[in-house]
C-alpha cells in the first residue's frame, strides 16, 4: 500500500496564482514526520520542511504554507502568488518511528507548472 | 562546511559493466543512505548504513547491487552487470548519530548521480 499519496500529477497554473499541492499519508504509528522537498530542473532535492505528528500547528514560510490535518491524515502545500522560479516537482515524505525514523517513503511527486 | 558529495554527478555504462557511485557524507555525519529515483517517479530508498556496518538494506535489489560504508573513504554503491532499467538518478543523504539532531532530523541529500545505462 502507498504510504503517500499525491494524487495531482501534474498542475501548470499562471503567475501570481495561488497554488495547493495535496498530500494524503497513510501510518499507524502515533509518532511520525512529514517532509516537503523541491527537485528543480536542475535535479538536485531542495529540503522546505519537516514537522512531526505531534505538532498540527499550520507554518507560513513567506509564500509558503503548510497545512497539515491530522483528521484527514493530509500535509497540504501551498504556494501564494506562483512565480516561474516556483516551477519543480514537489515531493511529500513521510518517515515512522516504528522503522527507526532513518528512511523516507516518498510521494511519486507533482510537477508544477508556473506560466509566465 | 561542504554538503553530501556525490560523484560523478552523471555516469554512463554500457549493458553489462560496473557501476560505482560515491558519497562522502557532510562532516560530522556518520549515518548514510542510499534511494533510487527512476524516471518520472519518486525516490525509494534502498539502504542505510553506518561506518563499516549495514543497518538496513531492505529497499536494495537483491542481486548485482551492494553498498558499503568503510572506516575511512566514502560510501560506495555498486551495481554489476548493469541493465537498461538500472538507469535512474541515486542520491546519497546523510545525517548524525541518532537522536536530536540525528537520524531524519538532520538528513541532507547530495546532488544525485545521474546513470544511464546504453
Known amino acids: 500500500a502507498q504510504k503517500v499519496t499525491q494524487a495531482q500529477t501534474e498542475i501548470s497554473v499562471v503567475e501570481k496564482e495561488d497554488v495547493t499541492l495535496d498530500c494524503v499519508y497513510e501510518?499507524?504509528?502515533?509518532?511520525?514526520?512529514l517532509f516537503w522537498y523541491k527537485q528543480p530542473p536542475s535535479g538536485e532535492l531542495v529540503f522546505l520542511i519537516r514537522?512531526?505528528?505531534?505538532?498540527?500547528q499550520n507554518e507560513i514560510s513567506g509564500r509558503y504554507s503548510w497545512n497539515f490535518q491530522k483528521s484527514t491524515s493530509s500535509f497540504n502545500f501551498t504556494i501564494t502568488a506562483s512565480q516561474v522560479v516556483d516551477s519543480a516537482v514537489y515531493f511529500c515524505a513521510l518517515s515512522e518511528e516504528s522503522t527507526g525514523a532513518n528512511n523516507l517513503f516518498f510521494g511519486t511527486g507533482t510537477r508544477l507548472t508556473v506560466i509566465p | 562546511n561542504a554538503g553530501v558529495m556525490q560523484n560523478p554527478r552523471h555516469l554512463v555504462r554500457r549493458r553489462g559493466q560496473e557501476a560505482r557511485l560515491r558519497c562522502s557524507p557532510m562532516k560530522g555525519h556518520s549515518h548514510v543512505y542510499w534511494y533510487r529515483q527512476l524516471p518520472e517517479e519518486g525516490l525509494k530508498f534502498m539502504v542505510y548504513?553506518?561506518?563499516?556496518?549495514?543497518?538496513?538494506e531492505s529497499g536494495m535489489p537483491k542481486e548485482r547491487f551492494s553498498a558499503e560504508f568503510p572506516k575511512e573513504g566514502p560510501s560506495i554503491l555498486r551495481i554489476q552487470q548493469v541493465v537498461r532499467g538500472d538507469s535512474a538518478a541515486y542520491f546519497c543523504a546523510s545525517s548524525p548519530p541518532s537522536g536530536q539532531a540525528g537520524g531524519i532530523y538532520g538528513y541532507t541529500f547530495g546532488s544525485g548521480t545521474r546513470l544511464t545505462v546504453v
Open positions: 501510518t499507524r504509528d502515533t509518532t511520525y514526520y
Open positions: 548504513l553506518q561506518k563499516e556496518n549495514i543497518i538496513d
Open positions: 514537522r512531526n505528528s505531534f505538532d498540527e
